[in-house]
C-alpha cells in the first residue's frame, strides 16, 4: 500500500445506478460521458470533483494531482462492490481547471500514471495529464438544429471542405504558432461560406500527442484538442459555422489507437481497450494498437465516444477513419499473421458487429446527421441499412472513383482515348453505395504531389485540367470532398507544419481556380439535378460515354423534374471544337450555364455566349441536337431555356 494513506479525504459517492452498471457490462450504455471521468458536484455542502475509472485489473486506484503534490497514497478511490471494475469517490474542494491522473497498482504489481479515458480536457502536448472541466455551452445555434434535416439528407446539396486545423492557415507574423478555435470562428467561417461549401470536415481534433500524426493517433477521446483553445472554444467555432448555415463534420478514428504510456495501452496492467492476441491487436502499419470489439465495456465506451461529440458538440456527421482496416482480419497481414474467423473467413466479425451498432445508435439517437465510411474495398452494403444486412452507414468514400479519376487525368491528353474505360467505369458501380467522391488529404502527401501538379502539360494546361477535373466531379454523382489547398490549385505538396500558401491568390490562375471551385458550388446547389437523385440510377443517363476518339463525355443529370435537366459535356483534350453536336433530351432553347474555360476563370474564353436552339435532328439516339463550342479542356454545362 503506497504511503501516507489519509482517511476521508475521498468520500464514498457514485452517478451510477444498478441500471447504469447492468448497460455497461452488458455493451448497451451509449452514454458513458455522464457517468465517467471527472464531474464538479456539490456532495453534503460541498464543492469537488467525482472521479470514475473503469480498471478492473487493478488493486489499488488514486487520483493524483497539484492538489496533492502528486502524492499516490492520499486520495484513494473506491472499488464498487458489483464486479463492475469501476473506482470512484468524491475529493472534496478540487474544481474546475484542476491537472489530474490516475495512479494504478495493477494485480501484478506493476505500477501505471494513467490520464483519464474520460477526461473532457488535457493538458496542451507534450504534457499528458487530464484536466477537470465541463462541456456545458449555451447553444445558440437553435435554427441551424432544428431545420439540420434539410441540410444534411442525403437528396440534399453535400459538398465538405476538408480541413486540417493545424495549417490551414497560421499568422503571417507568427507562423510556427496555431490558429486558435476563436480566431478560426473569424477567418475559416466566412472562407468556406464565401466558397460555397455546404460543410467542413475538421481531420480529427480529438487530443492526440503527436502533432505529425494529424490527429489519427488518438489518446483522449473525449477531449477537443488544447493545441488550438478549450473546449467551449471549439464549441464556439462550430456554433459560428451553423449560425452561418454550414454543418460541421468530424473525423472520427475507433479503428486503433497509439501506445503512449499515459493513455489507452493497457491501462490497467492488462489489455483492457485492445485485443490481447496481437494478430488482432496490433496495427501493423501503424504500429499502433486495435480495439477489442468483442469486449463490451469497449464497445460502449466507442458508442457513447461518438454520441458525445453529436450530443456535446453539436456535431453533424462522423467520418469514420480507416474501415477497411477493420473489417477484415488480413488487413495488411502476412499468411500466418492472422487468424479466419469462426467460419474459415476473413471478415472480423466483432468489427462489423460493432460498426452495424454504433450506425444503429447514430441514427437513432440523432437522426438527422449522417455517418460517411472511409472504407477502399469492395465490401458489400457499406451505406445500406443494418435491417438489410449493411453496415448502416450514410455514405461511403468512392476511393474507386478517384483513384480512377487521378490516373486518368495524369494522363497525357494525346494518350487519353486509350484509358477511356478509366473515366466512365465509375458510372458502373456507382449506385451500389451513397457514394461521395473524394479529393482528400490522402492524395497530396508522401510525394504523390499537389492536385496542380498531377495535371499534365504546360502551365495553363495544367490549370485547365485541374477546373475540368473538378468540374467532372461537381457533376458526377455523389456528394463531394475537396481537401483545403486544392480549391486555389496550391503548387507543393501539403505540409502540415505549415499554413497553405495563401500567397498564390495573387496569381490569376490560383483565383481562377479558386473562382471556379466557388461557381461550381454555386451551380451544384442551384441546380436539383445535381442533387435529387445523387445516389440513384435514375438521376444519371448517359448520352455518349463511348467517344474515345475524341476524348468527350456526355451525359444528362436529373432531379424530380424533368425541366431541370442538364446536359454536361466535358471535351478531355486540348483540341476545342465548333459546331460540335450533341444530342439533347428534349426540343426548345438551351443556355450555357457554366463553361470552365471562361475568361474569368483564367480560361481562353471560348463558349456559347447565345441559347441554341436544338435542330430536329436525330444524334445520340435523341430526337433533338443541337450544335455547340467544345473549349479545350472543359466542361460545360446546358439547361434548357424557360
Not at 465 to 483: A, D, E, I, Q
Not at 487 to 502: N, R, V
Not at 515 to 543: C, H, M, Q, R, S
Not at 549 to 575: C, E, F, Q, W
Request: aromatic fraction near 16%; charged fraction near 20%.
Amino acid at each position: 500500500m503506497p504511503e501516507s494513506v489519509i482517511k476521508n479525504s475521498v468520500e464514498p459517492y457514485s452517478r451510477f445506478t444498478d441500471f447504469d452498471i447492468s448497460l455497461f457490462k452488458s455493451g448497451k450504455h451509449y452514454k458513458l460521458y455522464e457517468k465517467f471521468g471527472s464531474h464538479v458536484v456539490e456532495f453534503n455542502g460541498v464543492i469537488g470533483t467525482y472521479f470514475s475509472v473503469w480498471a478492473p485489473n487493478a488493486q489499488f486506484v488514486s487520483v493524483i494531482g497539484n492538489f496533492n503534490y502528486w502524492n499516490r497514497g492520499s486520495h484513494v478511490l473506491f472499488s464498487r462492490w458489483d464486479s463492475s471494475g469501476i473506482w470512484e469517490g468524491f475529493i472534496p474542494n478540487v474544481g474546475d481547471g484542476e491537472t489530474y491522473k490516475y495512479f494504478i497498482k495493477s494485480s501484478s504489481g506493476e505500477e501505471l500514471e494513467k490520464s483519464d479515458p474520460f477526461a473532457l480536457r488535457w493538458e496542451e502536448p507534450p504534457r499528458t495529464a487530464s484536466i477537470v472541466a465541463d462541456t456545458y455551452y449555451e447553444w445558440k445555434d437553435a435554427k441551424w438544429m432544428k431545420n439540420r434535416y434539410q441540410h444534411n439528407g442525403i437528396d440534399r446539396p453535400y459538398s465538405v471542405y476538408e480541413v486540417h486545423i493545424g495549417s490551414w492557415a497560421r499568422n503571417p507574423e507568427s507562423p510556427d504558432s496555431f490558429y486558435s478555435y476563436e480566431q478560426l470562428a473569424d477567418k475559416l467561417v466566412p472562407y468556406v461560406k464565401e466558397m460555397g461549401f455546404t460543410h467542413v470536415e475538421f481531420m480529427p481534433i480529438a487530443e492526440h500527442p503527436y502533432y505529425p500524426s494529424w490527429g489519427y493517433q488518438v489518446s483522449g477521446y473525449y477531449a477537443a484538442s488544447s493545441r488550438y483553445g478549450t473546449p467551449k472554444q471549439l464549441m464556439g467555432l462550430i456554433e459560428t459555422f451553423h449560425n452561418e448555415g454550414i454543418g460541421v463534420i468530424m473525423d472520427w478514428v475507433p479503428s486503433h489507437f497509439p501506445g503512449d504510456i499515459h493513455a489507452l495501452y493497457r491501462f490497467d496492467g492488462t489489455h483492457l481497450y485492445e485485443h490481447a492476441d496481437t494478430r488482432k491487436g496490433f496495427h501493423p502499419d501503424w504500429k499502433s494498437f486495435i480495439f477489442n470489439y468483442g469486449r463490451n465495456e469497449v464497445r460502449a465506451f466507442l458508442i457513447s465516444n461518438a454520441l458525445f461529440w453529436l450530443d456535446r458538440y453539436h456535431v453533424d456527421g462522423l467520418r469514420v477513419d480507416a474501415v477497411a482496416s477493420m473489417l477484415y482480419l488480413d488487413y495488411s497481414r502476412k499468411d500466418g499473421e492472422w487468424e479466419p474467423n469462426i467460419y474459415g473467413g476473413n471478415e472480423n466479425l466483432e468489427a462489423i458487429s460493432f460498426l452495424k451498432e454504433f450506425n444503429e445508435a447514430c441514427y437513432s439517437h440523432f437522426p438527422d446527421t449522417q455517418t460517411i465510411a472511409e472504407e477502399s474495398t469492395s465490401f458489400t452494403g457499406v451505406s445500406r441499412p443494418v435491417y438489410t444486412g449493411g453496415l448502416g452507414f450514410g455514405m461511403k468514400w468512392m476511393m474507386g472513383w478517384m483513384h480512377d479519376t487521378i490516373k486518368y487525368f495524369s494522363t497525357d491528353p494525346l494518350f487519353r482515348k486509350y484509358h477511356h474505360n478509366q473515366i466512365t467505369f465509375s458510372l458502373i458501380y456507382a449506385f451500389t453505395e451513397n457514394f461521395m467522391l473524394p479529393f482528400s488529404h490522402d492524395e497530396v502527401v508522401y510525394g504523390k504531389g499537389s492536385m496542380l501538379n498531377k495535371m499534365p502539360g504546360d502551365e495553363w494546361q495544367k490549370f485547365a485540367n485541374l477546373r475540368l477535373v473538378y468540374s467532372y466531379m461537381f457533376t458526377h454523382p455523389g456528394t463531394k470532398l475537396l481537401f483545403m489547398g486544392a480549391e486555389f490549385g496550391q503548387g507543393t505538396e501539403w505540409d502540415f507544419s505549415k499554413s497553405l500558401d495563401w500567397y498564390v491568390l495573387e496569381y490569376p490562375n490560383h483565383k481562377g481556380v479558386q473562382d471556379t471551385v466557388k461557381a461550381l458550388n454555386k451551380l451544384y446547389k442551384k441546380e436539383p439535378a445535381l442533387y435529387e437523385k445523387a445516389f440513384e440510377g435514375t438521376g444519371f443517363e448517359w448520352i455518349d460515354g463511348g467517344n474515345s476518339a475524341d476524348s468527350v463525355l456526355i451525359y444528362t443529370r436529373k432531379g424530380h423534374d424533368p425541366k431541370n435537366d442538364l446536359v454536361i459535356v466535358l471535351n478531355m483534350t486540348p483540341n476545342p471544337h465548333e459546331n460540335f453536336r450533341v444530342g439533347v433530351p428534349d426540343a426548345g432553347s438551351w443556355k450555357e450555364m457554366f463553361n470552365s474555360d471562361d475568361k474569368a476563370y483564367w480560361g481562353s474564353g471560348m463558349g456559347n455566349t447565345k441559347a441554341i436552339k436544338a435542330d430536329k435532328e436525330h444524334w445520340h439516339g435523341r430526337e433533338n441536337s443541337i450544335l455547340v463550342t467544345l473549349p479545350p479542356l472543359s466542361a460545360v454545362v446546358f439547361k434548357k431555356s424557360k
